[in-house]
């Protein structure tokens, strides 16, 4: 699926949350979203994953207006992590993962066999598996974020959004769960705060500050020791990994000259 950001803009309460972000996320590609906290970065992902309607613009799948389809045809394609996604209600590990092929299923029709095999299949890449039974409410954080992938990934979309998806996890399953996504070869579009991160898993990176775009383009052309100055308003120095030639940032502790 190609997704479109067609001049998006959120106004709320007489505030610009976006102003006019114009951004293209390709079939297969990995595109990522960063910026400091509150410069729209959540609110371009809540417009297309339809918790929010935007004021201006639109979003496009294919070509096709988002908000043209039907509910159930845009939870088939689309499916979203976000940061909102704590519950009350304490089903199992194996049950809030099932509840992704919800859209695919009539009414309370069964999971058959390939529905079962398709949850199976998440809750093992996101090390989950042996978790099935336990209820969400007695999961670690880090846990329950895997979970809640797990269930996004058995949705089978072919757009996946999401905020932060890194949040909570340790190292191992941070990676893990990138390495994840590039594997499926769906269409991404993820927020990240980690730069590093984002240089490693993300094709294309846009920058946002204030609500609009500041540029976009390869992680390489993007993280400069520049732009991370102007933007975020820290010191670093940008080096190429050694072993995959993406750009890493090493951030100084102590301001320089200048630096606020």
Same mark, same amino acid.
């Given at each position: 699926?190609?997704?479109?950001?067609?001049?998006?803009?959120?106004?709320?309460g007489g505030t610009a949350l976006l102003r006019a972000l114009s951004l293209t996320v390709g079939v297969g590609e990995i595109?990522?979203?960063?910026?400091?906290?509150?410069?729209?970065?959540?609110?371009?992902?809540?417009?297309?994953?339809?918790?929010?309607?935007?004021?201006?613009?639109?979003?496009?799948?294919?070509?096709?207006?988002?908000?043209?389809?039907?509910?159930?045809?845009?939870?088939?394609?689309?499916?979203?992590?976000?940061?909102?996604?704590?519950?009350?209600?304490? @089903?199992?590990?194996?049950?809030?993962?099932?509840? *992704?092929?919800?859209?695919?299923?009539?009414?309370?029709?069964?999971?058959?066999?390939?529905?079962?095999?398709?949850?199976?299949?998440?809750?093992?890449?996101?090390?989950?598996?042996?978790?099935?039974?336990? *209820?969400?409410?007695?999961?670690?954080?880090?846990?329950?974020?895997?979970?809640?992938?797990?269930?996004?990934?058995?949705?089978?979309?072919?757009?996946?959004?999401?905020?932060?998806?890194?949040?909570?996890?340790?190292?191992?399953?941070?990676?893990?769960?990138?390495?994840?996504?590039?594997?499926?070869?769906?269409?991404?579009?993820?927020?990240?705060?980690?730069?590093?991160?984002?240089?490693?898993?993300?094709?294309?990176?846009?920058?946002?500050?204030?609500?609009?775009?500041?540029?976009?383009?390869?992680?390489?052309?993007?993280?400069?020791?520049?732009?991370?100055?102007?933007? @975020?308003?820290?010191?670093?120095?940008?080096?190429?990994?050694?072993?995959?030639?993406?750009?890493?940032?090493?951030?100084?502790?102590?301001?320089?000259?200048?630096?606020?």
């Amino acid at each position: 699926m190609r997704l479109r950001l067609d001049a998006l803009g959120v106004e709320v309460g007489g505030t610009a949350l976006l102003r006019a972000l114009s951004l293209t996320v390709g079939v297969g590609e990995i595109v990522g979203l960063v910026g400091p906290n509150g410069s729209g970065k959540s609110t371009a992902l809540r417009c297309v994953y339809r918790a929010l309607a935007p004021t201006s613009g639109a979003v496009l799948l294919d070509g096709r207006a988002l908000d043209s389809l039907p509910r159930r045809e845009g939870a088939r394609r689309v499916a979203a992590l976000t940061q909102e996604n704590g519950s009350e209600l304490d @089903f199992t590990v194996e049950e809030i993962v099932a509840l *992704g092929r919800a859209p695919h299923l009539r009414g309370n029709q069964a999971l058959g066999e390939r529905e079962r095999e398709l949850c199976r299949r998440a809750m093992a890449d996101l090390d989950v598996l042996h978790l099935a039974g336990r *209820g969400v409410l007695t999961l670690s954080g880090g846990e329950r974020q895997r979970v809640l992938a797990a269930r996004a990934l058995v949705q089978e979309p072919d757009l996946l959004v999401l905020d932060e998806p890194t949040n909570h996890l340790d190292i191992r399953h941070q990676i893990d769960l990138l390495r994840l996504l590039r594997r499926t070869g769906t269409t991404v579009l993820i927020v990240l705060h980690d730069l590093n991160l984002a240089a490693a898993v993300c094709d294309r990176i846009g920058v946002l500050a204030a609500g609009e775009l500041v540029t976009a383009g390869a992680p390489r052309e993007v993280l400069t020791p520049e732009l991370v100055r102007s933007v @975020f308003g820290v010191t670093a120095t940008v080096v190429p990994h050694p072993m995959t030639g993406a750009p890493q940032l090493l951030y100084a502790l102590e301001p320089s000259e200048g630096t606020p």
